[in-house]
């Protein structure tokens, strides 16, 4: 009667089969499909791969699937790459594991990939003909706009998480505001990032870029009463023909701030400063000889931000 | 006895001059070409170029396939085709005045259809049908629409007080133009007939280049101004629709057509073209890095100005550097792509081509390097063969 009795006590006993570390049935929440990017951009390949942090994986076999569909090339690869669908449209990455007692855990993720657009705006200056977009340069004004779309922009409310080299902009999320302004650094690639997620704090995308520091530029181009600005930079050395003539220096990429008001505007002729008219980046030669060479020399600069300058010459053989 | 002799003499000289004087007088181009030829003064033969058109001791009849339309310098154009009874012939707007003349594409004769100034004019768009021309001044402040003379009617014009980006007309001769705020790029139609404007379409960034469309309703693309350090994203735009397309990059610029986009773009440091095709999405690359600015849509196909050199886009935009350009035709239909000939070599100068545009089998442009009007007048969708 007793050994009965022991033996009805120690099969009903539930923390043995605990110590016996027997897995056969158990379900291990910490295993997962991890994604690099965590939010890939449409269309673009991205790398799905296991994360298993219990042992319950071990040694077990891996089977993916794709929309449902097994990938026979997968078998086994903890990591395997793949291509994200267009903006709107969902895939399912399925990872089966079975062990050798013959569990089974299914872990999945689900993509939606959308697009997620950073456009970047230095308030820098460049002319009315110049067609392409002004550049970053050290302590200038940028402007970055959010467009996320499907490839329709996404109706509803969200929350926009920017941060500029790890500091969030302006303290925190911004409700409905896909639009910051910030300094750019002196750093050659700061990095910009931008969360979205919803409401509730859901993130549907995240990006980051890098942002290139440029310097500011000078050209010098002529000025015509009858063309105006001529979209021609003049190279050293420029034959000076008429008895008059207009030049106007564009510094490309100062910041506008400093160009609209700068501290600093020098003019020299061969080292001799000069006075230029109203318009401080414009001045009129007149011609008083023939046959000589002299040097135009120009200088803009910011007495507060004094990465903002810039500085050029030009020779002219007076003719 | 002597003075009979020298009044003889005389006279005999003096009816020879005459004589001489009547032949050459009469006697036409062979008559001066066989006394040059007898005094050994061979004029010079002019080259085979663009001199020849505009020449009279031109050495040739033929009109050259590659000539300059014009002296003044042109800030917009719009070709015609020809007729049974005319020769082919552009509208062209002047730079620095606005004035608007007509010149034949074969003669080169010129007339001028408006006198109306507009100081510093810079950028000029003609209508289709060739009734009206919208003129931009230097700083871009307004834009002058001037209606041409049609018949008895006399040159008018209005002005939009506006700070303009871009500008085009649409094939129902409606202007359509935008306007760049603190904030976004908003982009208005303005009809010449009734003076009627329309905002059509808000996008949200300033920094916008946008490629109108054929008509008010679109589509028409946009896309941020072309940096090759920052990242470019192309959107299809009208009045309710603002789309993003399969198409970003650095140093992104694009040109379309009714089926096709074609767009370059910095990939591994080295630019790249690519074709879009527009209703299957299908994406292929060109061997030919080119900038889509120098192509002209021809039906489903692309006539382009392609360069050589190894320029950067920033340093074409500043005028730093020209390029010397020759002709490619593409087919993007199968992906096929050839050389047509060297047009700066042909013309001896520099041609870095600027708005294209084909027109009854003939290529017209300007040369970015002196504003001025060309025409290729060869069947370009052949290789050129030499013999």
């Known amino acids: 009667m007793r050994p009965l009795l022991i033996g009805i006590v120690l099969s009903t006993t539930p923390w043995f089969a605990l110590a016996q570390f027997e897995t056969s049935g158990f379900i291990d929440n910490t295993t997962t499909v991890v994604l690099d990017p965590a939010f890939p951009s449409p269309e673009t390949d991205f790398t799905a791969t296991i994360n298993d942090y219990g042992a319950d994986g071990f040694g077990a076999t891996i089977e993916w699937y794709f929309n449902g569909t097994k990938l026979d090339w997968a078998t086994n690869r ?173 510094p490309y990429n100062l910041d506008s701030e400093v160009y609209n008001n700068p501290n600093v505007v020098t003019w020299e002729i061969d080292g001799e400063p000069v006075s230029p008219g109203n318009n401080p980046y414009e001045i009129t030669l007149e011609k008083t000889g023939s046959g000589a060479q002299v040097e135009v020399g120009f200088r803009v600069q910011s007495t507060t931000k004094f990465l903002q300058g810039a500085r050029g010459s030009l020779s002219l053989n007076i003719l | 006895m002597r003075k009979p002799w020298l009044l003889i003499v005389a006279g005999i000289i003096l009816l020879i001059l005459i004589g001489l004087w009547l032949y050459l007088f009469f006697g036409g181009d062979d008559a001066r070409e066989d006394l040059y030829n007898a ?196 959107y299809e735009v009208s009045s309710d629709v603002f789309r993003r397309l399969p198409i970003s990059g650095f140093g992104l610029s694009m040109q379309a057509s009714a089926t096709w986009i074609v767009y370059a773009k910095i990939e591994n440091n080295q630019p790249k073209t690519f074709l879009f095709n527009k209703t299957n999405g299908d994406l292929s690359a060109l061997d030919i890095p080119l900038y889509p600015e120098k192509c002209a849509s021809h039906v489903e196909t692309f006539v382009c100005g392609v360069t050589s050199e190894s320029q950067t886009l920033s340093s074409w935009y500043q005028g730093e550097a020209t390029l010397n350009d020759s002709l490619w035709y593409f087919v993007p239909e199968v992906n096929y792509s050839f050389f047509i000939e060297d047009i700066s070599a042909i013309a001896n100068t520099s041609i870095d081509m600027l708005y294209p545009r084909v027109r009854s089998g003939a290529l017209y442009f300007i040369n970015k390097t002196t504003n001025s009007l060309w025409v290729y007048d060869r069947d370009f969708t052949s290789p050129v063969i030499d013999n």
């Open chain 1, 78 to 250: 903890r990591s395997i790459e793949l291509t994200a669908p267009r903006a709107g449209e969902s895939s399912e990455i399925q990872a089966v594991l079975s062990s050798s007692g013959g569990a089974l855990q299914r872990v999945s993720q689900t993509i939606t990939p959308l697009y997620l657009d950073i456009i970047i705006e230095p308030q820098t200056h460049t002319p009315n003909f110049y067609k392409g977009r002004a550049l970053p340069t050290p302590d200038s004004t940028i402007n970055a706009t959010a467009l996320i779309s499907n490839p329709n922009p996404l109706k509803g409310e969200y929350l926009y998480t920017w941060r500029f080299n790890n500091t969030v902009i302006q303290g925190g999320p911004l409700r409905n505001i896909n639009r910051v302004s910030f300094t750019m650094s002196q750093d050659s690639f700061p990095v910009l990032s931008v969360t979205v997620s919803k409401l509730n704090g859901t993130i549907i995308a995240r990006r980051s870029i890098t942002i290139p520091n440029t310097t500011p530029q000078v050209f010098f181009y002529e000025v015509s009463t009858l063309y105006g600005l001529k979209p021609i930079a003049l190279k050293s050395p420029f034959e000076l023909i008429s008895n008059s003539n207009t030049m106007r220096v564009v």
């Open chain 2, 39 to 234: 005094f050994g003064l061979q004029g010079d033969e002019l080259p085979f170029g663009i001199e020849d058109i505009f020449g009279n001791d031109s050495a040739t009849t033929s009109v050259p396939y590659l000539r300059q339309l014009s002296f003044r310098q042109v800030i917009g154009y719009v070709p015609f085709s020809t007729s049974s009874t005319s020769n082919p012939y552009v509208y062209f707007a002047e730079a620095g005045t606005g004035h608007v003349y007509k010149v034949d594409a074969v003669t080169g004769n010129e007339e001028r259809l408006s006198n109306i100034t507009i100081p510093t004019a810079t950028r000029a768009v003609f209508s289709p049908n060739g009734q009206y021309v919208a003129v931009v001044p230097n700083d871009s402040r307004t834009i002058t629409v001037v209606t041409l003379p049609n018949g008895t009617s006399t040159v008018t014009s209005a002005t939009i007080e506006t700070r303009v980006a871009d500008i085009s007309f649409t094939t129902e001769n409606v202007l359509v133009y935008t306007e760049r705020n603190s904030l976004n790029t908003v982009g208005f139609s303005y009809n010449p007939t009734n003076e009627e404007r329309a905002t059509i379409f808000t996008i949200p960034f300033r920094e916008a280049v946008v490629a109108f469309g054929e008509t008010v309703n679109g589509p028409h693309y946009t896309y941020p101004k072309p940096a090759e350090e920052l990242e470019g994203y192309v």
